[in-house]
């Protein structure tokens, strides 16, 4: 059995919509297909998903909301009567249910919001259940109520509970094909909750784990993971095979193509994942496995992201000072902030973070907090940072990696701010100034891949 996820991408039309029946019906293991919410049909189009958010606001904010409510359901409307669906019913009730949604949640604005997200995905997959039923297949929406998908109650950051597994095993005994909505499960309260952005690739790959499925497929817009972001590199090696460890170190580190969080129900349960194109089936794609041989490739990929932060303090003796970087890291825990990385030396420490977090007065407390409860010599923030992260198995046994990234940042003139490695086994971290992150990758992946490149 295959459990296969079709993204925002696959779904974005009723030609994409075609694509995606035509492959269900090639294999008739594919009996479970998660769906997103219709996304972008070209460039600079508007997810379903962010009108949806769009919409939340504007009700939030007792703003005037019905131009968006429109988009969003002239959208299914066009896909249903590019497949010459006669679903009239279906699409009104689309925006009876939006409306509905909106008066019942008016005073809990964080439900509205799940709620009305959440939607985008599962009137896809009514439709398309019923396009694939219109078609001939016995083809069945399930709700991830009703599959079993329980989750914790953190509206827009849901972490799936292990008792959804034992729900989902009954899948396996259902006929036909079931479609199921992706992003969103439902608490132990009844409510609905949705996964951070991006998830259906997480309910896709909790779904395969569920029933055990012999293969996690999920169907994207390109023919494979390149071991760079296709957007910085022009045609960039296509990677054949991964390794869980390096997708998710990958994935968290700016490769948007496969969610970080989707790697663990699937590895925990031993399924391989296999990245392809609703374009172009055919192509072999990406697969993500326990292990690979990585004899001659050292280094699988190197991924970037921009937006993080350094807060860099210095305070003399901090080596003898017992409990200091519990202090430090306490009271960024009272205010809510995770951290990337913590260099350190004998009397410095930095502190990466993503910038966003310090938004209105956060950034000014939480230095005067660490000026004067921890008594340092100096504390700043240095901000338009961008994270490179070069990502391989075999990069442990490997003499000369790090030398390669220090001597090709040399050669492009870029000044390396700072560079982490050692707790984590197959990555390496330089942190850079933003303007130059794109020249950065460009670099490695001359100095890892390729003498030849044609940057964008
Ligand atoms: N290393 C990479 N390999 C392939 N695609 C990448 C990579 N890094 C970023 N991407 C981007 O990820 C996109 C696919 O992910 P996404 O937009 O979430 O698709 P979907 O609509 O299927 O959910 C690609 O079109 C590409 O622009
Ligand atoms: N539609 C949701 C969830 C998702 O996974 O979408 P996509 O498959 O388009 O990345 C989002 O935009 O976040």
């Given at each position: 059995m295959k459990v296969a996820k079709f993204g925002g991408s696959s779904v974005a039309s009723a030609e994409q919509f075609r694509k995606v029946a035509d492959i269900v019906c090639s294999d008739v293991e594919r009996r479970i297909i998660v769906v997103s919410a219709p996304g972008k049909r070209y460039k600079g189009d508007v997810k379903i998903t962010d009108l949806l958010i769009q919409l939340a606001d504007a009700a939030i904010h007792d703003e005037p909301y019905d131009s968006v409510l429109e988009a969003i359901v002239k959208r299914y409307e066009e896909i249903a009567r590019g497949l010459e669906l006669s679903v009239s019913s279906l699409i009104s009730h689309i925006a009876d249910?939006?409306?509905?949604?909106?008066?019942?949640?008016?005073?809990?604005?964080?439900?509205?919001?799940?709620?009305?997200?959440?939607?985008?995905?599962?009137?896809?997959?009514?439709?398309?259940?019923?396009?694939?039923?219109?078609?001939?297949?016995?083809?069945?929406?399930?709700?991830?109520?009703?599959?079993?998908?329980?989750?914790?109650?953190?509206?827009?950051?849901?972490?799936?509970?292990?008792?959804?597994?034992?729900?989902?095993?009954?899948?396996?005994?259902?006929?036909?094909?079931?479609?199921?909505?992706?992003?969103?499960?439902?608490?132990?309260?009844?409510?609905?909750?949705?996964?951070?952005?991006?998830?259906?690739?997480?309910?896709?790959?909790?779904?395969?784990?569920?029933?055990?499925?012999?293969?996690?497929?999920?169907?994207?817009?390109?023919?494979?993971?390149?071991?760079?972001?296709?957007?910085?590199?022009?045609?960039?090696?296509?990677?054949?095979?991964?390794?869980?460890?390096?997708?998710?170190?990958?994935?968290?580190?700016?490769?948007?193509?496969?969610?970080?969080?989707?790697?663990?129900?699937?590895?925990?349960?031993?399924?391989?994942?296999?990245?392809?194109?609703?374009?172009?089936?055919?192509?072999?794609?990406?697969?993500?496995?326990?292990?690979?041989?990585?004899?001659?490739?050292?280094?699988?990929?190197?991924?970037?992201?921009?937006?993080?932060?350094?807060?860099?303090?210095?305070?003399?003796?901090?080596?003898?000072?017992?409990?200091?970087?519990?202090?430090?890291?306490?009271?960024?825990?009272?205010?809510?902030?995770?951290?990337?990385?913590?260099?350190?030396?004998?009397?410095?420490?930095?502190?990466?973070?993503?910038?966003?977090?310090?938004e209105g007065e956060k950034e000014k407390r939480i230095l005067d907090r660490i000026q004067t409860e921890l008594q340092v010599d100096e504390v700043h923030i240095e901000h338009g940072l961008a994270l490179v992260m070069v990502v391989g198995e075999g990069m442990e046994r490997t003499v000369g990696v790090a030398a390669k990234a220090t001597a090709a940042f040399a050669e492009a003139n870029i000044n390396i701010e700072m560079i982490n490695q050692g707790s984590s086994e197959v990555s390496m971290m330089f942190g850079v100034k933003e303007e130059v992150v794109k020249e950065a990758v460009r670099a490695l992946y001359e100095a890892y891949f390729s003498s030849h490149i044609h940057s964008l």
């Open positions: 249910d939006l409306q509905q949604k909106i008066d019942t949640y008016r005073d809990a604005p964080d439900r509205l919001m799940d709620a009305i997200k959440a939607s985008g995905e599962d009137h896809n997959a009514r439709l398309m259940a019923f396009y694939l039923y219109s078609l001939g297949l016995e083809a069945h929406y399930v709700s991830p109520r009703e599959a079993g998908i329980f989750v914790t109650d953190e509206p827009g950051n849901a972490q799936i509970l292990p008792e959804s597994y034992e729900k989902l095993k009954d899948l396996r005994k259902r006929h036909g094909v079931l479609v199921i909505p992706g992003f969103f499960g439902y608490s132990l309260t009844g409510h609905i909750v949705t996964f951070p952005r991006g998830g259906s690739d997480i309910t896709g790959s909790i779904v395969a784990a569920g029933v055990g499925a012999d293969v996690y497929e999920n169907f994207t817009d390109v023919d494979s993971i390149y071991c760079v972001n296709p957007a910085i590199v022009d045609h960039p090696r296509q990677l054949k095979e991964l390794t869980y460890r390096e997708m998710r170190e990958l994935s968290y580190s700016g490769f948007s193509v496969f969610h970080d969080e989707a790697l663990e129900p699937v590895y925990k349960a031993g399924i391989p994942v296999c990245v392809k194109n609703t374009n172009n089936p055919a192509a072999p794609g990406t697969w993500i496995v326990a292990e690979r041989n990585h004899n001659d490739e050292p280094v699988a990929g190197i991924a970037s992201d921009v937006g993080f932060c350094s807060i860099n303090i210095s305070k003399y003796l901090m080596n003898r000072e017992i409990g200091f970087g519990r202090k430090l890291l306490q009271i960024l825990e009272d205010e809510g902030i995770s951290y990337e990385h913590v260099p350190s030396g004998i009397d410095n420490m930095s502190v990466i973070l993503r910038a966003n977090q310090l």
